[in-house]
């Protein structure tokens, strides 16, 4: 049993999920679900802990922006270069510690990717690795000063949840000197006389977080996808490639760093790779004495409806105890419903705690915009923002509704996502409708208390006109209402009961 479950015993709902006319959906949607979603009150998932997204690399440009914290990490109504947009809500940042310098070490210097962007490479606060002290000059902390100001501007708009993550270890640290990966993919780049030092530094991050930023973390992740064999030296960003065994010799020296420093409560979060299946043989090949150490286990949705999300959940969160987050997604559709696919998979199956997207402000490939893979568009060469993306109102539908604190409850099927909030006595209920013709939402609420309360609704349409709609408010009046969801969209209810 998970130990952030409580339970919910007001609570006997059941949901159907009727389909009506549809024609065949697309490979890639939600299919073959049951005719009947319920869900069981006594199966809840845990409590929320909160959305969120990764700081790198978008604050480059944009970290110094009063108006995208808002919009990010505010409910509020946020103006942002001529669009009107709602506050998305996030209460959690990640925070990228980057790896890039123009320091000069005994001749040596930063091999630079002839494909990376200049807004990828995050400068090291460790500058050239000659003194350990953080005091002395080989210590920049002056440095990326706009990602750690829209940090403490998450902080300062409510955000509690702060996580402390590495793409690579510093340049000057690497065999090749060379932050992006080595000559392969599947070669390891950290020097091994160097892992202590790599310790060290990311230990010394988080307490001079903690004591000069205002800003404790709540978590550490020292890899960033290391299973996967795509980070080479002509990368287009920075990586390391770290095998499960490496990972699990590190990780118990980022744990004795980080209590050295006076933080012997900062979790440890692994390993952040890139598929659920990478994570499970991952987390498979750790000792129990490893496994002990890692408190959270983070994973990113690259493999998109794919990956063997039961058995990590069966493993890492039940046999384990481990609180589980995708901790990174990201997608190249601006509609926004191939992330909602895999959203809803991750509740039905991997069941995480929390859902973070990567970035928010996206440039593509090429850094100029116009890729779809983030909420607005933006020319990252040229700092500007462009044209803001469906997919921004598809994620409103979930991260202004379902807020931290909340119990996720378990529903029979991948199309419908639920909440209940016991303090205000919210239903929180939040259905997509990735098929090609409209479906009907059918709610059995019989065992609330009376067929009574407020029910308000929320539309995003990614192929027709409704953006985050705010739609005609309804009072309760029977025990088994009904809506109806146009095709390929996300409609969220919330069911307000009154007091006994």
Not at 199 to 209: E, F, G, N, S
């Amino acid at each position: 049993m998970n130990k952030h479950a409580r339970p919910l015993v007001w609570l006997a709902t059941g949901f159907a999920f009727l389909s009506t006319g549809l024609r065949a959906e697309k490979p890639d949607t939600i299919s073959n679900s049951p005719a009947e979603v319920r869900i069981d009150p006594a199966a809840t998932q845990g409590v929320w802990m909160g959305w969120g997204t990764s700081l790198a690399w978008w604050t480059k440009d944009f970290g110094h922006r009063d108006d995208v914290a808002d919009w990010l990490f505010t409910t509020g109504t946020v103006r942002i270069d001529g669009h009107t947009l709602p506050g998305l809500g996030m209460t959690i940042a990640r925070y990228n510690a980057g790896a890039c310098s123009s320091a000069e070490i005994d001749g040596r210097r930063m091999v630079v990717s002839r494909s990376i962007l200049p807004f990828r490479q995050l400068d090291t606060f460790w500058v050239d690795g000659r003194d350990r002290d953080p005091a002395s000059a080989s210590w920049n902390w002056n440095a990326d000063a706009n990602q750690r100001g829209m940090l403490q501007k998450a902080r300062d708009r409510g955000a509690d949840r702060f996580e402390l993550f590495f793409n690579s270890p510093p340049w000057w640290m690497c065999v090749n000197d060379n932050p992006s990966g080595g000559p392969k993919g599947n070669i390891e780049n950290l020097r091994a006389d160097m892992r202590e030092s790599f310790a060290y530094y990311i230990a010394t991050i988080a307490r001079r977080a903690a004591d000069h930023w205002g800003i404790a973390f709540t978590s550490v992740a020292t890899f960033n996808e290391p299973s996967s064999d795509y980070w080479f030296a002509n990368g287009k960003q920075e990586g390391a490639h770290f095998s499960p065994r490496s990972q699990a010799e590190i990780l118990p020296l980022v744990r004795a760093a980080l209590d050295r420093q006076g933080l012997a409560a900062l979790p440890l979060s692994a390993s952040d790779e890139t598929s659920y299946d990478h994570a499970l043989n991952a987390w498979r090949a750790f000792s129990p004495e490893v496994r002990a150490i890692v408190a959270q286990v983070n994973v990113h949705g690259y493999q998109g409806v794919g990956g063997n999300r039961d058995a990590l959940r069966a493993e890492a969160g039940v046999r384990d105890g481990k609180v589980i987050w995708n901790s990174e997604h990201g997608d190249r559709d601006a509609d926004g419903l191939h992330m909602a696919r895999v959203l809803h998979r991750d509740m039905a199956l991997l069941r995480p705690l929390a859902w973070c997207y990567w970035q928010p402000i996206d440039g593509g490939r090429e850094g100029k915009g116009g890729s779809g893979w983030g909420f607005i568009d933006a020319n990252m060469l040229n700092p500007k923002l462009g044209r803001v993306n469906a997919k921004a109102y598809v994620f409103a539908q979930y991260s202004r509704h379902i807020r931290p604190g909340m119990t996720i409850l378990t529903t029979g099927g991948e199309h419908v996502t639920a909440a209940y909030d016991a303090k205000t006595r919210k239903l929180v209920v939040v259905a997509l409708n990735d098929a090609e013709s409209a479906r009907v939402l059918s709610l059995d609420l019989a065992i609330l208390p009376g067929a009574a309360g407020r029910v308000s609704r929320w539309l995003t349409s990614p192929f027709a006109n409704a953006r985050y709609e705010r739609l005609e408010d309804e009072s309760l009046r029977t025990t088994k209402p009904s809506w109806t969801i146009p095709a390929r969209s996300v409609l969220t209810i919330e069911v307000v009961s009154p007091a006994r």
